[in-house]
Each structure stands twice: as C-alpha cells, then as structure tokens.
C-alpha cells in the first residue's frame, strides 16, 4: 500500500520525492520482510543522489529485527563496497546498538571483537552500547568483561554506564552491588539522574529494604535533582511493598503538592498492592478517586486490574459494571482483559454471558487463547448446544487469515 502510494505520487506533476519519503517507504517494505523491493529502491536513490548512510542503518535495523543476523551486517558492509559511502564511528556505533537491542547482543560483541582496532577504534558510546546489551541479558559475565576491557582502554565509566549498571544489578536483585557502583559515583563526584535514584528505590523497596529506600529518596531530594512522577511512584511502590499504606497515600498528596502528578501508573501500583491483601472495597474507593481526577484517567491496564480483581471475589456484577464504564469512556479491551471476564463467567455458570463476549472478543479481531475456548467448549457441550461450538470455531478459524474484521453475531 505505502510503495503504490509512493509511485502513485511520484506520476504527480511537480513531485519529487526527497531521501526521507524513500526512508518511509523502506521502512514500511521491510516490516513485511519486502527486501528485495528496499534494495531496488535504494539503487533508485542512488541514481538520484539521495542516498545517504542513515538509509543502511535503517535497512539493517529492519533485517536484524527480523533477526537476519548476516544480511543486517551485509547491508551495512554494502554501504562502503557497492555504494562508496564510508562508515565512521558513528555508524558502528549505530550497528551495534541496533544489533543489541534486537537482542543479538553476542553477535554485536562478537562483530565488535572482528573489527575493533582494525575497522574501527571504539570510544565510550560504543562500549556503553556494550554494556547495556549484555544488561539487558543479565549475563555479569560479559557485563564484567566489557567493564574491564573499557577500562584497559582508557575509559571510564560515566553517569549513563553508571546507571546501567546499577539497573542490571538491581533487575537482578543484587542489591549490594548496585549500591557499591552508587557509592563509587559519590567518590568520583558524578552526580547520579533521577533515573538511577528510582532504579535504587524500586528495587529496594521491592524487596522490603523499606529504610534504605526511603534513604536514596531522602538523598534525592537533597541533591538539585528535579524529582519527577516516576521517582515518586518509585517510592509509593515501596511504602506498599512493607505494608505502609497510610504513608503510601502521603507521597501522593506531596505529589500533588509539588505539582508532578499523582499519575495513572500512581494508582496503579497503590491498586495491585491493595488487592493483593484483600482490601477490594478500599481498591474500588481508590478507582472511584482515580476517575475523579483529570490527570488520572483510568487507562486499559487499571480497568483489567479492576475486572480481574472483581471476578477473582466473584462479584460479576461489579466486573461487568466496570467494563461498561470502560466502554462508555472509549477504551477498548485488550486480550487478557476479555480472558478475565470470560474465565469469571465460566467460573459463575453463565455460559451465555461468556459466549456473548468471546463474540465480542473475536469480533474485535483478537484470537482467544486456546485453553479459554476449550473451556467454553466444555460448558456448551454440557448443554447440549453444539451449533454455537460450531459457529464460533469458524469464527475463530477465519481471524487466521481476516483478522481484525467484525464478523457478525454467533448468538
């Protein structure tokens, strides 16, 4: 659709497409995995002299999303050999983050081992690269590794490298190290972000080290930082996490006062804690609070909290009349949302109720997953209604190839 688009402006009297409409157009063709089109259209911008190198790290980023490890190495390597544009370091930079946050983070080290000092000579950024895609793999093996060739080179660690690695060790709950790296910073007089204050505060206060939490939020707002909603969250999250509701629901009100919130995701976490001990009348209180406040619009994830916690108390009436608040209000249902509701249902004998909204469900072009409809299967075989089994499977059949398509009424 977007290259007949293309072709058809491009008959248009006076228009000329520039190297970003091509840019556009190649992104689009390599999401559906159309490479043989990219690579004619970036021989048609050669021709016409739009060609330039942030085009090859576009094509490598969509081949090595397809995880087509050697083409999206091929492509950068083509820039030089066939089109006679010459990489600098930036450009190995690119490939490298490209290549690891595609997930193929041994394939950058092991395109970083091939070609540093021969190809390219690495700085910081590209080692900060590094760093953060074996961070991302938790793998402190070759985290430790990159650390300690960075720092034969010459190099050494920054606020950004800083703070990846004290969330690596914190997403790991290596708490301890994460603080020493904190410490280091403090003797090198780098000023820690925001950022790594609220890695600190969540993880700590994950793991009911409420003191020391509250510590890092206290250092925070003693340095000039600008504390932003996500720190403060950070906080309430912890407050929650050992049971301190009351102080939880004054770092809302500081919030309110400092004028950063509270936000959607505030609630949100307040939510999930408050359920999770049982408290659904305070948890329904809180949600009520939420839609009274402009700035904390209930969002998808906050009504499925509330459907699921709802139908988990068996209390279906009070999950459909948040759902039809949902729908009242614009939001659409996602996947597991429909699942809750449709589960509940089951759980309540209402097969009726639970065909209603798998139609609703598959009418909205979503598949049910298979073991929901193999319940619901159950339930009608039970009664005897084998013809609804029938329609909805052929319903369910054609989102294989139409998906997203409304397909009429089963019941």
Same mark, same amino acid.
């Given at each position: 659709?977007?290259?007949?688009?293309?072709?058809?402006?491009?008959?248009?009297? /006076? %228009?000329?497409?520039?190297?970003?409409?091509?840019?556009?157009?190649i992104?689009?063709? +390599?999401?559906?995995?159309?490479? #043989?089109?990219?690579?004619f259209?970036?021989?048609?911008?050669?021709s016409?002299?739009?060609?330039?190198?942030?085009?090859?790290?576009?094509?490598?980023?969509?081949?090595?999303?397809?995880?087509?490890?050697?083409?999206?190495?091929?492509?950068?390597?083509?820039?030089?050999?066939?089109?006679?544009?010459?990489?600098?370091?930036?450009?190995?930079?690119?490939?490298?983050?490209?290549?690891?946050?595609?997930?193929?983070?041994?394939?950058?080290?092991? =395109?970083?081992?091939?070609? #540093?000092?021969?190809?390219?000579?690495?700085?910081?950024?590209?080692?900060?690269?590094?760093?953060? /895609?074996?961070?991302?793999?938790?793998n402190?093996?070759?985290?430790?590794?990159?650390?300690?060739?960075?720092?034969?080179?010459?190099?050494?660690?920054?606020?950004?490298?800083? +703070?990846?690695?004290?969330?690596?060790?914190?997403?790991?709950?290596?708490?301890?190290?994460?603080?020493?790296?904190?410490?280091?910073?403090g003797?090198?007089?780098?000023?820690?972000?925001?950022?790594?204050?609220?890695?600190?505060?969540?993880?700590?206060?994950?793991?009911?080290?409420?003191?020391?939490? %509250?510590?890092?939020?206290?250092?925070?707002?003693?340095?000039?930082?600008?504390i932003?909603?996500?720190t403060?969250?950070?906080?309430?999250?912890?407050?929650?996490?050992?049971?301190?509701?009351?102080?939880?629901?004054?770092?809302?009100?500081?919030?309110?006062?400092?004028?950063?919130?509270p936000?959607?995701?505030?609630?949100?976490?307040?939510l999930?804690?408050?359920?999770?001990?049982?408290?659904?009348?305070e948890?329904?209180? =809180?949600?009520?609070?939420?839609?009274?406040?402009?700035?904390?619009?209930p969002?998808?994830?906050?009504?499925?909290?509330?459907?699921?916690?709802?139908?988990?108390?068996?209390?279906?009436?009070?999950?459909?009349?948040?759902?039809?608040l949902m729908?009242?209000?614009? =939001?659409?249902p /996602?996947?597991?949302?429909?699942?809750?509701?449709?589960?509940?249902?089951?759980?309540? $004998?209402?097969?009726? +109720?639970?065909?209603?909204?798998?139609?609703?469900?598959?009418?909205l /072009?979503?598949?049910?997953?298979?073991?929901?409809?193999?319940?619901?299967?159950?339930?009608?075989? $039970?009664?005897?209604?084998?013809?609804?089994?029938?329609?909805?499977?052929?319903?369910?059949?054609?989102?294989?190839?139409?998906?997203?398509?409304?397909?009429? $009424?089963?019941?």
């Open positions: 659709m977007a290259l007949s688009f293309f072709r058809w402006a491009e008959k248009r009297n /006076g %228009i000329q497409h520039t190297a970003e409409c091509y840019n556009a157009v992104e689009s063709l +390599g999401k559906i995995k159309q490479f #043989k089109t990219v690579w259209l970036v021989d048609e911008m050669k016409k002299g739009l060609l330039r190198k942030d085009t090859f790290a576009l094509v490598s980023r969509r081949f090595a999303r397809a995880k087509k490890v050697k083409e999206a190495i091929e492509a950068f390597e083509r820039m030089e050999k066939k089109y006679g544009l010459k990489p600098e370091l930036q450009d190995y930079n690119r490939l490298l983050d490209t290549l690891t946050k595609s997930r193929l983070v041994q394939k950058a080290q092991e =395109v970083f081992d091939k070609w #540093k000092n021969r190809r390219f000579t690495p700085d910081i950024k590209t080692y900060t690269i590094l760093l953060e /895609g074996w961070s991302r793999e938790s402190f093996l070759m985290l430790n590794e990159v650390y300690r060739e960075m720092k034969e080179d010459g190099f050494e660690l920054d606020v950004v490298s800083y +703070g990846i690695l004290i969330n690596a060790y914190c997403k790991s709950k290596k708490y301890d190290e994460a603080i020493e790296f904190y410490q280091e910073m003797r090198k007089n780098i000023k820690a972000t925001p950022h790594i204050y609220c890695t600190l505060i969540n993880g700590l206060g994950s793991e009911k080290r409420l003191n020391e939490a %509250i510590k890092f939020f206290e250092l925070c707002k003693a340095s000039d930082c600008v932003e909603a996500p403060y969250n950070a906080m309430v999250g912890a407050y929650c996490w050992s049971v301190k509701m009351h102080d939880a629901y004054t770092i809302v009100e500081e919030m309110k006062k400092c004028g950063v919130g936000n959607t995701r505030t609630y949100d976490i307040i999930h804690h408050l359920i999770k001990l049982g408290k659904t009348q948890a329904y209180s =809180v949600f009520e609070k939420m839609s009274e406040e402009s700035a904390c619009e969002t998808v994830s906050t009504y499925e909290i509330m459907v699921r916690m709802f139908c988990n108390e068996r209390r279906l009436d009070m999950a459909i009349r948040v759902w039809d729908k009242a209000r614009g =939001v659409l /996602g996947m597991h949302m429909f699942s809750a509701l449709i589960s509940g249902l089951c759980d309540d $004998n209402n097969s009726n +109720g639970a065909c209603n909204y798998l139609q609703e469900m598959v009418d /072009g979503m598949r049910p997953p298979d073991g929901l409809f193999k319940r619901i299967k159950r339930a009608l075989l $039970n009664e005897g209604r084998e013809d609804i089994i029938i329609i909805l499977s052929n319903k369910i059949e054609k989102l294989r190839y139409n998906p997203l398509v409304g397909l009429g $009424n089963a019941t």
